[in-house]
């Protein structure tokens, strides 16, 4: 790269919060929604309709023409609805709920990266909420993060879930555990896209989670197959279980951390029990442009959510689990063009049997 | 663009915040200047040289090796300066000085850019610091805001002031009033880019800031020929000049308040009086993927500095200009090829003369 392009990057990178923020701004304000109704408005009718000045109207538009979002008629002054037409309203709002929670979450905690990286916390949350811990417990507190990390969680577990049971084996009657299972949704999943006779699973996670829990297993019906279990991952893992089920989980810590958990996994299993693991997954070639987990989760995991962690490639994975005495069956990665092109995560999914 | 590119284009404004402040947060823990003077670092030996978690430093290390701004070696584990090492210190320090700017001025203010549209004011700089109007008065108050802004300012000045001068006539002996010249540096600039016998250059800006500006004026030896006037430009400007020059200022404002300035300009000037403005414009057209105007400044001037204003395009100030009883005798854009390539703002020149 020459020393014009390798600046032209750094140009790249500083309009990168600013392009953000416009485009969210234009759905926030209504424009969208009032273009798609009623295409060809001015400036100055968006203006009165939406209650912002023309101007502002006007600055935020330039943006999403230049784009190709919306287009611009030079000649009446209107704009329209141009490449968002064909966006189909699922898609849109996938994509919405990932630009919102990364509004929510990360656009101000990121200014306090630096100082999360040196302390191992996310000084972001402190800073702006006075909290002191990871997101996972400043959603219990703070509405607003809540709203917008669980409504992309819910959307996340019910895209990628049928896609990780698909490549799971659970045979019939199995003691299935779901570790840091939260609220008991991927234990209802597990249930119904694994149904078999004598099938339990069993959500494991902190006590507070415990009374939500049970009322999602009777709000679908799992009640008579699916449990809970209060406890703490790190302090001990229950036994009696032949299936540990580890979604989403293990991209949040370091490896000393990914280790205590497989260890304590490991321990909690007899000989030939299995563990499922679902994470996402830098690709194998760290230059590979088509995979973004690169460019997001980096400074996700470390300045918005955990002060830590962070995914990893998975080979790295693979070769944990091993040191962690388990035989790897099957590591697979999701193929992205199974994947909207809105998404980032790119999942994997390790299976490995606890070795004599 | 078909509805899979349109997805993909919402992936690149999502990881936007998160690749400005990985990138910077590489700077500012001293990774890069420590991989510049000791190539082939380990992270877990960066890590303990910058006083952070080996973990974290090989997650923020994989965007700028994706980038291709470092090097890494697989088999050593080592990192090096790739594209970064053929940067020019000077280049990357002024590249620093932006995204330090943007981080401090804009990244968290951003956040609130839907209630500035919607409010006119600056929501941010309220909501965190507190203060009411806008940054140009919220730097008085605050040194982190204050510092990054001000460093900024005048490397910009610094850069661009030779260029306007270059292409403005200011025969010998002017009475020059330079509109919104905050403390001198522009007098200052006009003086020494311009000497003549019998040239005056008078800082026309509010009259608290004549003290830092007579100061200056002293320390560049400028005194005789440099004064202060203090008072509000939307309140009257002062007559008695042959030209009035107007520099990174009309851009502050919507068309109400640009016209209401350049209203007050044309007043204080007798008939063949001149104003010399400098402004970045838009691209003619707007869809220029080379100008990154449109990317930035809406939402920053709207949800960072102002909570209005924008530049526009060199044709809307020609207009504007026409409009407000000029004549415009010269319209100017600087050539890109001759702005360094991480730099954002395309500066144009317009030159009028007052009709009769």
């Known amino acids: ?34 273009l798609r109704e009623s295409p060809g408005m001015t400036a100055a009718k968006l203006g009165a309709a939406i209650g912002a000045k023309p101007d502002a109207v ?38 919405l709920t990932y630009l919102n929670m990364i509004k929510v979450v990360a656009l101000r905690q990121l200014f306090y990266l630096t100082d999360s990286v040196r ?30 990390w669980a409504t992309l969680m819910d959307t996340v577990t019910a895209r990628i879930d049928p896609w990780f049971f698909d490549h799971v084996d659970i045979p019939p009657g199995s003691r299935v555990l779901d570790l840091a299972g939260n609220t008991g949704l991927g234990a209802i999943n597990t249930y119904q896209l694994k149904k078999s006779p004598g099938l339990k699973v069993t959500t494991f996670d902190l006590p507070e989670k415990e009374e ?62 299995q563990v499922n693991v679902m994470v996402p997954v830098y690709p194998e070639n760290i230059k590979d442009t088509d995979n973004y987990n690169v460019d997001f989760f980096p400074a996700f995991f470390i300045g918005c959510t955990m002060g830590q962690g962070g995914p990893q490639k998975l080979s790295t994975y693979r070769t944990w689990l091993e040191e962690c005495g388990f ?10 063009a199974e994947i909207p092109p809105d998404v980032i995560p790119i999942p994997a999914v390790l299976c490995a049997t606890k070795t004599a």
Chains 1, 2 share one sequence.
């Open 58 to 95: 006007e600055q935020l538009l330039h943006l999403p023409v230049k784009d190709g979002l919306l287009a611009y008629d030079e000649t009446s002054g209107g704009y329209s609805l141009d490449a968002l037409a064909s966006v189909a309203k699922a898609d849109l709002r996938r994509a």
């Open 1 to 34: 790269m020459t020393p014009e392009a390798t600046l032209a990057r750094f140009r790249e990178y500083m309009v990168g919060p600013a392009r953000f923020m416009n485009v969210l701004s234009c759905f926030e304000l209504g424009i969208i929604d009032t």
């Open 327 to 336: 035989r790897v069956t099957k590591a697979i990665t999701r193929d992205s």
């Open 119 to 148: 302390t191992g916390g996310v000084v972001g949350l402190k800073e702006l909420y006075g909290y002191e811990g990871t997101l996972y417990g400043a959603v219990a507190e703070h509405q607003d993060l809540r709203e917008s």
């Open 212 to 273: 939500e829990c049970l009322e999602n297993f009777r709000e679908h019906g799992v009640a008579e197959h699916c449990t809970f279990i209060g406890g703490d991952v790190f302090e001990g893992v229950p036994q009696g279980f032949d299936i540990v089920l580890i979604k989403h989980f293990l991209d949040m810590f370091d490896k000393s951390d990914v280790v205590r958990i497989l260890e304590g996994v490991n321990r909690s299993l007899e000989v030939g029990g």
